[in-house]
């Protein structure tokens, strides 16, 4: 089946009881039995329930993925996948990563002794270096966040397994509908669902999926464990989300590719990070890689007081954390999103105080444009 049927069938499978085609929100703590050991497959909401069963099916048949595992938020998600390593365990990451995914592993996860290595991965010889004898996992994002690196995921994969290391792929930027990263290689994959998935800025959550039985079971258990699952609620909102998740991300692709194409002219504009440009040093990795670019433009205009201007001038974009919902978010990584990143490594990174993020909506492209025309114009 097509990306759209999986995307609205999946898991949507009419309700039994009443032939309602939407799944219901199940909003229950707990399901009566019949007698002891006798119940329906459901004991309590924490370990099942059918809301969140479904979201869990209809995103890993999005990724190709045999298992899905939801949960409250992206990082709760994340702190999941990094249960499957222990002390003594060592971890490549991205280094222009998430900046709530740099502070969980640096200052947190760090003081439980396992060891982060954090690297270039849009070069897999940086990788390679970086492996050592007690190396279990390689984090990636790609894109990565927010200066748009893309990692190449078969070579890392190749790398990483030939070392018995797990590789972890975060694909929040792009959505399954633009890149499956299971078919290069990668183990497990994660999204914030708050993003893309949900794609209407209404609901947090997160999800892991994998085709691998063991990592599933034991992702099954921390998820019962730990007790971060996603609410019966939210998971109806993000099951809202995927029904029209290709519609949405063919036009955050388009906007995202004009949007993209007016900044790369604009005389005020410094620099353009956007995989989709023929300017960006990965663009035919880009191509191989995803089915398209997305939505996600950065772009630097030299200062602070610069990116001050433009984000307080614009009106049809909103100054805002988060990316993915319809409307179109702008952002400064420094101060927002990477503030938790130390000053010298966002230097480093090219996460510079001029630098400005915009999650492309599926706005009219033209309002967009005259928006950040305007915008600039100010400077």
Same mark, same amino acid.
């Given at each position: 089946?097509?990306?759209?049927?999986?995307?609205?069938?999946?898991?949507?499978?009419?309700?039994?009881?009443?032939?309602?085609?939407?799944?219901?929100?199940?909003?229950?703590?707990?399901?009566?039995?019949?007698?002891?050991?006798?119940?329906?497959?459901?004991?309590?909401?924490?370990?099942?329930?059918?809301?969140?069963?479904?979201?869990?099916?209809?995103?890993?048949?999005?990724?190709?993925?045999?298992?899905g595992f939801a949960f409250a938020s992206?990082?709760?998600?994340?702190?999941?996948?990094?249960?499957?390593?222990?002390?003594?365990?060592?971890?490549?990451?991205?280094?222009?990563?998430?900046?709530?995914?740099?502070?969980?592993?640096?200052?947190?996860?760090?003081?439980?002794?396992?060891?982060?290595?954090?690297?270039?991965?849009?070069?897999?010889?940086?990788?390679?270096?970086?492996? /050592?004898?007690?190396?279990?996992?390689?984090?990636?994002?790609?894109?990565?966040?927010?200066?748009?690196?893309?990692?190449?995921?078969?070579?890392?994969?190749?790398?990483?397994?030939?070392?018995?290391?797990?590789?972890?792929?975060?694909?929040t930027f792009l959505s399954p509908y633009?890149?499956?990263?299971?078919? +290069?290689?990668?183990?497990?994959?994660?999204?914030?669902?708050?993003?893309?998935?949900?794609?209407?800025?209404?609901?947090?959550?997160?999800?892991?999926?994998?085709?691998?039985?063991?990592?599933?079971?034991?992702?099954? +258990?921390?998820?019962?464990?730990?007790?971060?699952?996603?609410?019966?609620?939210?998971?109806?909102?993000?099951?809202?989300?995927?029904?029209?998740?290709?519609?949405?991300?063919?036009?955050?692709?388009?906007?995202?590719?004009?949007?993209?194409?007016?900044?790369?002219?604009?005389?005020?504009?410094?620099?353009?990070?956007?995989?989709?440009?023929?300017?960006?040093?990965?663009?035919?990795?880009?191509?191989?890689?995803? /089915?398209?670019?997305?939505?996600?433009?950065?772009?630097?205009?030299?200062?602070?007081?610069?990116?001050?201007?433009?984000?307080?001038?614009?009106?049809?974009?909103?100054?805002?954390?988060?990316?993915?919902?319809?409307?179109?978010?702008?952002?400064?990584?420094?101060?927002?999103?990477?503030?938790?990143?130390?000053?010298?490594?966002?230097?480093?990174?090219?996460?510079?105080?001029?630098?400005?993020?915009?999650?492309?909506?599926?706005?009219?492209?033209?309002?967009?444009?005259?928006?950040?025309?305007?915008?600039?114009?100010?400077?």
């Amino acid at each position: 089946m097509g990306f759209s049927t999986i995307a609205i069938h999946a898991g949507n499978e009419p309700d039994p009881t009443t032939g309602a085609v939407s799944v219901p929100i199940y909003q229950t703590s707990t399901y009566a039995q019949d007698g002891l050991g006798q119940h329906k497959g459901f004991e309590y909401a924490r370990t099942q329930n059918p809301t969140r069963f479904a979201v869990e099916r209809n995103i890993a048949a999005l990724e190709t993925a045999k298992h899905g595992f939801a949960f409250a938020s992206g990082m709760a998600a994340i702190d999941a996948v990094m249960r499957l390593v222990k002390a003594g365990d060592h971890v490549v990451v991205s280094d222009n990563t998430y900046g709530g995914t740099y502070r969980l592993f640096s200052r947190i996860l760090a003081n439980y002794g396992i060891e982060f290595s954090y690297v270039d991965t849009s070069d897999a010889a940086n990788v390679e270096q970086a492996m /050592k004898a007690n190396t279990r996992m390689v984090y990636v994002e790609t894109p990565t966040n927010p200066v748009m690196l893309v990692t190449d995921l078969q070579a890392v994969s190749d790398i990483a397994h030939a070392r018995g290391a797990t590789v972890v792929c975060d694909n929040t930027f792009l959505s399954p509908y633009l890149q499956r990263p299971l078919e +290069f290689g990668v183990d497990i994959v994660l999204h914030s669902t708050t993003k893309y998935l949900n794609g209407h800025s209404d609901g947090v959550g997160g999800i892991v999926v994998t085709s691998d039985d063991e990592t599933a079971e034991s992702l099954g +258990f921390i998820q019962n464990s730990v007790g971060a699952i996603l609410s019966p609620f939210d998971s109806f909102l993000i099951l809202r989300g995927t029904k029209t998740l290709a519609l949405r991300m063919e036009q955050h692709d388009a906007n995202g590719r004009l949007v993209a194409a007016f900044l790369e002219e604009h005389p005020k504009v410094e620099k353009l990070y956007y995989p989709g440009s023929l300017s960006h040093k990965q663009h035919d990795l880009a191509k191989r890689q995803q /089915k398209g670019f997305g939505g996600m433009v950065a772009f630097d205009v030299g200062s602070l007081d610069n990116a001050r201007t433009v984000l307080e001038a614009v009106k049809v974009c909103t100054l805002a954390e988060s990316l993915g919902g319809v409307e179109t978010l702008i952002s400064h990584p420094a101060t927002m999103t990477h503030a938790s990143v130390l000053p010298e490594t966002r230097d480093r990174l090219g996460i510079t105080d001029g630098l400005v993020r915009i999650s492309v909506g599926i706005e009219d492209a033209d309002d967009i444009i005259n928006d950040l025309d305007h915008a600039l114009g100010k400077l």
